[in-house]
């Protein structure tokens, strides 16, 4: 599986921004297909992720409300709108796939194989 992210950009604080994740080389069935974010000096975090076959969604707690991870299923795309970014949003974002996630540790960057090139984010004052 190849992942490409892109959508990345740079906005003012409280604007929104789409970032997409397109898969090639194998369908998403049964796959999680996470977002990650990692800032300048800081580790790898989880944001949120879907459930391919069920399309149930979980974020991390400083994102809800603000962003809304959703699928394509023609396009094999998993897409993230972020709404009402904050200057700690900035940071590159990986989307990350792979089909034997164990539940509880969907949040876990270590649980997924298939990683994208990353995008930059940047959000401004």
């Known amino acids: 599986v190849q992942l490409q992210a892109s959508g990345g950009g740079l906005v003012q604080a409280g604007g929104s921004l789409s970032l997409s994740c397109a898969a090639s080389g194998r369908t998403f069935s049964n796959y999680h297909i996470a977002w990650f974010r990692q800032a300048p000096g800081k580790e790898r975090e989880f944001v949120a992720v879907?459930?391919?076959?069920?399309?149930?969604?979980y974020y991390a707690d400083d994102v809800k409300g603000r962003f809304t991870i959703s699928k394509d299923n023609a396009k094999n795309t998993v897409f993230l709108q972020m709404n009402n970014l904050k200057v700690e949003d900035t940071a590159v974002y990986y989307c990350?796939?792979?089909?034997?996630?164990?539940?509880?540790?969907?949040?876990?960057?270590?649980?997924?194989?298939?990683w994208g090139q990353g995008t930059q984010v940047t959000v401004s004052s």
């Open positions: 879907l459930i391919w076959s069920n399309t149930r969604s």
């Open positions: 990350a796939a792979d089909p034997f996630v164990r539940s509880e540790r969907y949040y876990e960057a270590t649980e997924y194989f298939y």
